[in-house]
């Protein structure tokens, strides 16, 4: 009885973070008259559900360059169709830079993959138009994710494989730079050997930590695009 009440306490406990987590309001900097705008796009890893706003990719990213003007559109939640509402919240025609994480809800909601392809084509081809550079994450496994029991391993990695091979091989096509953590098994063995420290509380989502292995391969990229 008192493990099973032990249980379900834990349950709503993480009810709780993830609510907490999804309801989080995404880090934005505003400077209009900024020389280097950056745009992000995304779901709640963009957002930076899981961590304090300034412990996002973007809140590092306006804390390292405060002159920039970080505007972040995404939404918790959001699959790759909703990228394109996300594009048309957007307030210049134009951007220095485009990040993009996007694609994990699609596997989780199990988006048909001929819609989940078009609806992809179609993000791409808008902000290609919309941006001089573009950022692509390609995600790392969903198999460390602590929240995920085993016995859903195989469908996620199934899952997984199909969607990043295909934005991989967009972003490839259009010549957006590509954060490929898929393949990074340095990385993924890195939050899978310690997701206390690199896990939020809700077991899903990074923690500042994580978000923080992610900005440092982001900031490199920035450096090489300031420079040139």
Do not use: W
């Not at 995404?26 to 890893?45: A, C, I, R, Y």
């Not at 169709?81 to 694609?103: C, N, P, R, T, W």
């Not at 898929?182 to 050997?193: G, I, M, P």
């Amino acid at each position: 009885m008192k493990k099973k009440l032990f249980h379900l306490k834990r349950i709503e406990e993480l009810r709780k973070l993830r609510k907490e987590a999804y309801n989080c309001l995404p880090f934005e900097l505003v400077n209009p008259k900024s020389s280097f705008k950056v745009l992000f796009l995304g779901d709640s890893t963009v957002v930076g559900a899981g961590a304090k706003p300034e412990e996002s990719v973007a809140g590092r990213l306006g804390k390292d360059y405060p002159h920039f003007h970080i505007e972040n559109k995404a939404k918790s939640g959001a699959i790759t169709q909703d990228v394109l509402d996300q594009l048309k919240k957007a307030k210049f025609e134009l951007y220095d830079l485009i990040f993009l994480d996007v694609g994990a809800n699609d596997i989780l909601k199990i988006t048909h993959f001929k819609k989940l392809k078009k609806n992809a084509e179609e993000v791409f081809e808008k902000i290609e138009k919309k941006a001089k550079k573009v950022v692509v994450i390609l995600n790392g496994s969903m198999e460390v994710i602590p929240l995920f029991p085993k016995i859903i391993h195989p469908f996620l990695r199934r899952r997984q494989k199909d969607v990043t091979k295909l934005f991989k091989e967009l972003a490839q096509a259009d010549n957006f730079i590509t954060i490929n953590f898929y393949e990074d098994e340095e990385v993924n063995e890195l939050f899978r050997k310690y997701p206390k420290k690199y896990f939020g509380k809700d077991r899903m989502h990074p923690s500042g930590e994580g978000y923080k292995v992610t900005y440092t391969y982001f900031k490199k990229i920035i450096k090489k695009l300031i420079k040139n």
